[in-house]
């Protein structure tokens, strides 16, 4: 079973940016994912990013493609969501998730998550 801890959330104007965190702990396999998702308030968890902890395969939603960046750092065991030019939008609590094999932008995939991390972005 693999703990997942997400940080870095806050406030911040629209057109500026934030990086979360996802720090992972217990046993994770190379063939692992690890997905961010985003849910808003009276809405359904939405898929932003995933990569792979192997080979660092990368894929986004269109929503924040262009804007946001996923990427790992297999030494800490940490996932980052780097988020630019953010939008109000973009407003949301965003988790981690980790899977094994294979790309999927379906919340029911993943086997573990975090417990998320408030982005609020104000105009």
């Known amino acids: 079973q693999v703990q997942l801890v997400e940080s870095g959330g806050g406030l911040v104007q629209a057109g500026g940016s934030l990086r979360l965190s996802c720090t992972a702990s217990?046993?994770?396999?190379?063939?692992?994912?690890m997905g961010w998702f985003r849910q808003a308030p009276g809405k359904e968890r939405e898929f932003v990013a995933i990569?792979?902890?192997?080979?660092?395969?990368?894929f986004y939603a269109d929503s924040v493609k262009g804007r946001f960046t996923i990427s790992r750092d297999n030494a800490k065991n940490t996932v980052y969501l780097q988020m630019n030019s953010l939008k109000p939008e973009d407003t949301a609590v965003y988790y981690c998730?980790?899977?094994?094999?294979?790309?999927?932008?379906?919340?029911?995939?993943?086997?573990?998550w975090g417990q998320g991390t408030q982005v609020t972005v104000s105009l």
């Open positions: 990569i792979k902890w192997s080979g660092g395969s990368t």
């Open positions: 217990g046993r994770t396999f190379s063939s692992d994912y």
């Open positions: 998730a980790n899977k094994r094999g294979g790309i999927s932008s379906s919340p029911d995939r993943y086997d573990g």
